[in-house]
């Protein structure tokens, strides 16, 4: 048996001609999209389709001026998506369980499938697609733009159009390097250099190693969007020690902190010499941070909660 073309020889496409794709184009990928599988049948994503060229010009600037993202007929932008779960819960009386990090890991599997499951059928049916990571650079921009709720986060955009390009398809690793059998087999000097040698073609100049430096390697882009989806991630809800209620309150003081630890490190680092953490008298938390002329207290149900009640404390909104 043979797989289809679209399958074997497909290749992201950046070019697109001026034309729209049918809609009965779209609702065909869109329902084959919705047929990916979900854990739990819960359908924790929703395909957000940007329509409004304005915004299209708006996200395609976010992404670092990526053309395609206004030239293709479509746009979408698939989220992880948990808020829609928690109206459904609250719908019948019942509140979302606590577990934020699983949350987030299955609601971005559930809008990856959906979204590569939208991007085979349209390959299948002769259009082109890209993913477009670029709107990580700034993830936050994204979701105010696009007005997320809290327990959304975008997972990257998806551009679909009728293709003005056949791009050659790209290598990849050997399969041995990406298929292990069993256990994790550890890598040698020699299949990493057969590595590079099989990726080669993808740059000019023929070195992979450029292009994982400037992604990956210290000082590369990922570092840059890193600090800025954890803080994207803290303000949907998603951060292991910060409620979002926290998160925003920390947010809206300019600290960056995503997390209990960056809170707390931002504060040392701005004249806070000590953030002393106790127990109050009914189980709840509570903080004290201290400088040499003045201290503040915070009171909340965790740890981070207290902490962000007590940075509120020492920079009231109207000081
Ligand atoms: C999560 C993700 C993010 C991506 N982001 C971008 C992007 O912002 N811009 C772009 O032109 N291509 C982007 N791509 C496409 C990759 O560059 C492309 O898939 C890769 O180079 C392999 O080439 P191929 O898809 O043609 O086989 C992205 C792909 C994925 C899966």
Same mark, same amino acid.
């Given at each position: ?6 399958? %074997? ?53 976010? $992404? ?25 819960? $609250?719908?019948?009386g ?15 599997v ?24 670029g709107?990580?650079?700034r993830?936050?921009? %994204?979701?105010?733009?696009?007005d ?6 975008p997972?990257? &955009? ?26 994790y ?6 299949e ?7 990726? $080669? ?28 989806y ?11 020690d910060l ?21 707390i ?5 701005h ?7 106790g ?20 009171e909340?149900?965790?740890? &981070? ?5 007590a %940075? ?6 109207d000081?």
């Amino acid at each position: 048996m043979r797989l289809p073309d679209s399958l %074997v020889n497909r290749a992201s496409v950046r070019k697109y001609a001026p034309e729209p794709i049918l809609e009965e184009d779209v609702e065909q990928m869109l329902a084959a999209a919705q047929q990916a599988p979900t854990d739990a049948s819960a359908q924790l994503y929703t395909l957000l389709r940007v329509k409004d060229p304005e915004l299209r010009a708006q996200l395609a600037e976010l $992404a670092g001026g990526q053309r395609h993202v206004v030239e293709a007929a479509e746009f979408f932008v698939p989220l992880a998506d948990v808020y829609r779960l928690e109206r459904l819960l $609250a719908h019948r009386g019942e509140e979302l369980g606590d577990f934020p990090r699983t949350a987030l890991h299955f609601a971005l599997v559930d809008a990856t499938l959906a979204g590569a499951q939208l991007a085979v059928a349209a390959e299948a049916m002769g259009y082109g697609i890209c993913w477009i990571g670029g709107l990580l650079n700034r993830v936050d921009e %994204v979701a105010r733009l696009l007005d997320l709720p809290p327990g959304v986060l975008p997972v990257s &955009g998806l551009t679909v159009g009728v293709p003005a390009e056949r791009p050659e398809p790209r290598p990849r690793l050997p399969r041995p390097t990406v298929v292990h059998t069993d256990r994790y087999r550890r890598y040698t000097d020699e299949e990493l250099e057969d590595a590079y040698r099989a990726m $080669a073609p993808i740059t000019r100049s023929g070195d992979w190693l450029k292009v994982l430096k400037r992604y990956f390697a210290k000082g590369g882009t990922q570092e840059a969007r890193d600090a800025v989806y954890g803080l994207a991630k803290a303000l949907a809800g998603f951060a292991d020690d910060l409620s979002k209620d926290a998160a925003r309150t920390l947010y809206l003081k300019d600290t960056d902190a995503a997390s209990l630890g960056e809170a707390i490190t931002w504060l040392l680092k701005h004249g806070w010499r000590g953030v002393l953490f106790g127990e109050g008298p009914f189980g709840e938390s509570e903080v004290w941070i201290e400088q040499e002329t003045e201290a503040h207290r915070g009171e909340g149900k965790t740890p &981070g909660e207290a902490l962000a009640r007590a %940075v509120e404390a020492a920079y009231p909104s109207d000081a």
